[in-house]
Each structure stands twice: as structure tokens, then as C-alpha cells.
């Protein structure tokens, strides 16, 4: 199995795994995903009291103390289920919030860090390619803020919620609104074998 961990955050939080269909992008993976739904898995018990508890004195003096047990589970009811998308709930993909401007400073900064990031890697040399992908990364950025796109995005973090590391977008795309399809740059991606 792959696992695709955060390559500049400091936490290197695990973002993907090859267990989901994967569409290589020139810049890009995109990965189809789906809700699912969960169980609680909690009682709630809606009887604060706990039950009936009664006592009785006997011509002895002699104190029963008695509980009724049915009314305590009378009151006993399942608290539900959820919906949740299968990756964020594997990978514990944490959902954040940007706006447009505070979400093009982000990017700024990541891809700056990112570029020097694989300018130091010996078999990254190339400034061609280098310039390849920066460009590649800015179009993709552009093309996703440009009108009313931006609205579209839900923003995803790995679980530590690093602030310098990769952020996920999640969206529907308008030829199939039931999947959730996530983008990652992909050259954000350290891929494990595991």
C-alpha cells in the first residue's frame, strides 16, 4: 500500500492513501471519495433519575429499598448516526476555513516553501521543470478562485491542523453533485510505501 504523507508541514500528517482511485493531474491528484454512515454507538438515557427507586417500612421497622428497572430503560434510545466522507474519517482529515484572500496568502507561502523545498532535492535540478510546476500550481490556484469557484471548496487539513503543511480542497463537481472529489498538489505528497 501507498500512503501520500504532507511533504513541507512540520507534522508530515498522512493526506491519501492508494486504497482510493487516484487521477494524476499535471499538478494535481484528484480522488473520488464518498459519504458514509456511522453509528454513534452511544446510548443516551433520557431519564435523569435513573429509574424509580421507592421504601417501605414494615411493621419492624425493617427500610426496603427497591428500584424499578423498566423505567429505567424505558427511556433508553439510540443517539444516532452521521454522515462523514470515508477519507476524512480514515485519514482524520480535520475541515478548516478560508476566505479568498487569506486562502491566496496561504498558497503564496506554501508554494514558495514548496518550490525551495524540491529546489534543494538533488535530482530536482531542473529549473524548467521547477518552473513547470510553480506555474502549473499558480493556473491551478487561479482557474480555482476565479468568480464564483472559490464557494465551491471545503478546506482540509491533516489531524495535527498544521498550519504550513498541505490543504486539501474537497468539492462536487457539477457533471456528478453526489461525490465528493478531493484535490491534493500532488508535489505537496511524500509517498510511503507501506
Keep these: 500500500m501507498k500512503l501520500y504523507k504532507d511533504l513541507i508541514g512540520n507534522s508530515h500528517d498522512d493526506l491519501l492513501t492508494d486504497r482510493y482511485e487516484i487521477k494524476v493531474g499535471d499538478v494535481t491528484f484528484e480522488v473520488k471519495t464518498k459519504m458514509i454512515t456511522k453509528d454513534l454507538n452511544v446510548v443516551v438515557n433520557n431519564n435523569s433519575l435513573g429509574?424509580?427507586?421507592?421504601?417501605?417500612?414494615?411493621?419492624n421497622n425493617s427500610i426496603t429499598l427497591s428500584?424499578?428497572?423498566?423505567?429505567?430503560f424505558e427511556n433508553v434510545e439510540a443517539a444516532g448516526t452521521f454522515q462523514i466522507n470515508n477519507l476524512v474519517e480514515q485519514l482524520r482529515l480535520v475541515e478548516t476555513s478560508f476566505d479568498k484572500?487569506?486562502?491566496?496568502?496561504?498558497?503564496?507561502?506554501?508554494?514558495?516553501?514548496?518550490?525551495?523545498?524540491?529546489?534543494?532535492?538533488?535530482s530536482n535540478s531542473d529549473n524548467e521543470k521547477i518552473e513547470h510546476i510553480q506555474k502549473g500550481i499558480q493556473s491551478f490556484v487561479k482557474t480555482m478562485m476565479d468568480g464564483e469557484n472559490f464557494k465551491k471548496y471545503s478546506f482540509f487539513t491533516g489531524s495535527s491542523m498544521d498550519?504550513?503543511?498541505?490543504?486539501?480542497?474537497?468539492y462536487y463537481k457539477?457533471?456528478?453533485?453526489?461525490?465528493?472529489?478531493?484535490?491534493?498538489?500532488?508535489?505537496?505528497?511524500?509517498?510511503?510505501?507501506?
Excluded: R
Excluded at 163 to 170: E, K, P, Q, T, Y
Excluded at 183 to 191: N, P
Design 101 to 122: 484572500k487569506s486562502y491566496l496568502a496561504y498558497m503564496k507561502l506554501y508554494i514558495k516553501d514548496l518550490i525551495n523545498h524540491i529546489k534543494q532535492q538533488p
Design 51 to 59: 429509574g424509580s427507586i421507592s421504601t417501605t417500612v414494615d411493621n
Design 163 to 170: 498550519a504550513n503543511g498541505l490543504v486539501a480542497l474537497m
Design 67 to 72: 428500584t424499578n428497572l423498566e423505567d429505567e
Design 174 to 194: 457539477d457533471d456528478d453533485p453526489t461525490t465528493p472529489t478531493f484535490v491534493f498538489i500532488k508535489y505537496g505528497l511524500l509517498q510511503v510505501d507501506v
